[in-house]
């Protein structure tokens, strides 16, 4: 039998340290409901994820009543729309927006992600038509999630791609200025995008993924501070071997909750990515881990080393517990959704240039991360552009979803409630990148591409 | 066979393993397994308990374990054994 001492710690990590399943994600292939009448690929897509997806909150629900784990949010993740709308006669994509929003009201999920075109090397008809529609789409609709993949290892970084989706993000902020631009905090743009990520805003179900299938993304930051407390000055060997130990119990969970779930809805299970996500609640943070370690405040030099540390910790302690780890895995920092970065934002501890920095050695970019109303949208480009050559040279994926919050400048404050969290603004460079932007064209795959 | 484990931790009184156990049996719920300690000072129980016969749906058994725990001045809770497996044993 399980020890007491086993017994009341898994309960502690629950009760005490926020530890929970962040996500339970089904993701859907849609590729079957494309129609030459949009309205009837629409119907089609409807119909479909309200038939798959029509037991997914109940039978969550019920694993975490009998499990006694909290599983914080139920999702969805269809095929990337611009490749099932493309078939359909309309210059504007809105209306499938609509009817995944209207699915996901039927099914009672949070976030459903998809509305989404890979343009890693360039742009088909459907694909152009999406980016088009983002912005009336995203402020037509609450729960629905965008992403745009404009870089890859191997086919280097579509500049058109980049300098189009800072245009779009500045429009998707003016079209939710009465709601701090929130409207931008439901769009990822990425290199290197994978296709069974489990978490928002930048989870689709890929074009290698099977008809339907069950993902599960972790979380635990509370539970890894709570350990390292514990180990207060001891040395780095130690830290990563108590991060370790502690990831491997946080995944085992998660990966029984996926198999538990996948058997539930006869369902495959697909991964288990073992991310620490954060919530801006308190304890639940990845900065205050970060700044256990010994830094002062998050944002300080060593912060990078220490992500470091973490992140490869969490990575090789979860890899034993599960056989099929996949999605993002690694150390989340979006700076709205997490409490110990908001605070070191507003400070003025941590900078968006150290932000950059840092996503050098974690999953997964720039997230979530407000900038002034006025920032021009070449320069929402450049920051893509940066953090896409990182992505794409080391090989990893990495995202951007910044704010530029409508009518706030830097040191203001963005609200956008619920899961997303609040923001300080922060600054961006004032010097332009307009010209470099406008070049177009595409950055040549790297070196590190050339494997075969 | 289903188990679940079964934890109660607070002050210690007078009572509580009757408590507890009366739920139990009016659920014709198995105990197959009580250990107790202290533990931080506080009092802990472990109970080991076969739901497989349970008359008591999963959810309302939490809840009258709850409200139990309520009247006994302690927190009950009560969940799947699966969970502490996944997490402990390889």
Do not use: W
């Amino acid at each position: 039998m399980i020890n007491n001492y086993e017994v009341i710690e898994t309960l502690k990590m629950i009760n005490q340290e926020n530890l929970d399943v962040r996500t339970v994600t089904m993701g859907i292939s849609l590729r079957d409901c494309a129609h030459s009448d949009p309205k009837i690929a629409c119907q089609n897509i409807y119909d479909k994820i309200t038939k798959y997806a029509e037991k997914l909150v109940p039978v969550a629900e019920g694993i975490e009543t009998e499990l006694g784990i909290p599983i914080v949010n139920k999702r969805i993740s269809v095929t990337p729309i611009s490749i099932v709308a493309e078939s359909s006669h309309t210059d504007n994509y809105t209306c499938f927006a609509k009817a995944l929003q209207k699915a996901a009201d039927e099914v009672g999920v949070n976030f459903l992600g998809g509305f989404s075109a890979l343009v890693h090397k360039g742009l088909t008809k459907g694909d152009d038509i999406l980016i088009n529609s983002i912005p009336e789409a995203l402020t037509a609709t609450r729960n629905i999630c965008s992403s745009v993949n404009v870089a890859s290892l191997k086919t280097g970084l579509n500049m058109d791609a980049v300098k189009r989706m800072g245009e779009v993000i500045v429009d998707l902020a003016h079209r939710t200025k009465d709601q701090d631009s929130i409207g931008c905090a439901k769009l990822v743009v990425f290199a290197n995008a994978v296709e069974d990520n489990p978490f928002m805003a930048g989870a689709f179900h890929g074009i290698g993924e099977p008809e339907c299938v069950i993902n599960v993304g972790v979380s635990g930051p509370g539970v890894v501070h709570s350990a390292l407390k514990k180990v207060k000055g001891a040395d780095f060997e130690t830290v990563a071997e108590t991060i370790k130990k502690t990831a491997f119990k946080i995944t085992r969970t998660g990966h029984m909750v996926a198999q538990e779930a996948a058997k539930r809805l006869g369902v495959p299970f697909g991964i288990v990515d073992l991310s620490l996500a954060p919530t801006h609640a308190i304890g639940d943070s990845v900065a205050r881990i970060l700044e256990e370690m010994g830094l002062e405040r998050c944002g300080t030099h060593g912060t990078t080393a220490a992500l470091a540390l973490l992140n490869d910790a969490v990575k090789k302690g979860g890899m034993f517990a599960s056989s099929f780890v996949g999605g993002l895995s690694g150390a989340f920092i979006p700076v709205s959704e997490d409490e110990g970065m908001i605070e070191a934002a507003a400070m003025g501890a941590l900078s968006l240039d150290k932000l950059e920095a840092m996503t050098c050695v974690c999953s997964v970019g720039l997230d979530m991360i407000a900038v002034p109303g006025d920032t021009p949208a070449s320069t929402i480009s450049a920051i893509i552009a940066d953090e896409a050559a990182i992505g794409v040279v080391n090989q990893k994926t990495t995202a951007v979803r910044v704010i530029p919050a409508y009518g706030k400048k830097e040191g203001d404050f963005v609200e956008f409630g619920g899961l997303l969290g609040k923001a300080p603004v922060m600054g961006v460079h004032p010097y332009s990148s307009e010209e470099f932007i406008a070049r177009g064209g595409r950055i040549p795959a790297p070196i590190q591409s050339l494997k075969n | 066979m289903e188990k679940a484990v079964l934890t109660v931790i607070g002050k210690d009184r007078t009572g509580i393993i009757h408590g507890v156990s009366g739920v139990l049996l009016d659920a014709d719920i198995n105990i197959m397994d009580i250990s107790q300690t202290i533990m931080q000072d506080m009092f802990t129980m472990v109970m080991l308990v076969d739901i497989a016969n349970s008359k008591v749906e999963f959810t309302s058994l939490k809840e009258i374990l709850r409200e139990e725990g309520k009247r006994l001045g302690v927190e009950i809770t009560i969940c799947h054994e699966q969970i502490f497996n996944s997490m402990h044993r390889i």
